[in-house]
């Protein structure tokens, strides 16, 4: 979800229309296939987005080119953010597979794996 709003929103908002963001990240949650499983993060990413959006509209206008208030640079967020989650998913799949012991390891080459 983290990889397609950070796609879709740098193409679709404007800082100088903050209130787009949470709205257009509502409209491209909403049409993921994931949605109804992901439904319990949608409410703190509106959020998040919200704060961002209000704060890069007033660094924005303070100086036009302050990094990390543009489109784009919301878009390496969250790309990052993506990235990041997905890396802490596989180490927690890493540190909850059993230990390898004698049975459960004659298990496995029974089972062909």
Known sequence: ML???AEELPQRCSVDHPELFAAAA???MGRR???RTMAHLEEP???WLDHWATWAH???AADPTALGAQPED???LLRFTAF???KM???QGWQQQPEPTADNTAQTLKAGG
Do not use: E, F, P
Request: proline share 0%; net charge positive.
């Open 26 to 28: 509502t409209v491209i």
């Open 89 to 91: 998913v596989q180490r």
């Open 84 to 86: 990041w989650v997905d």
């Open 45 to 47: 990413i509106r959020q």
């Open 58 to 60: 007033g660094a924005a």
């Open 33 to 35: 296939d994931s949605a």
């Open 74 to 76: 919301l878009g390496k």
């Open 3 to 5: 990889y397609r709003l």
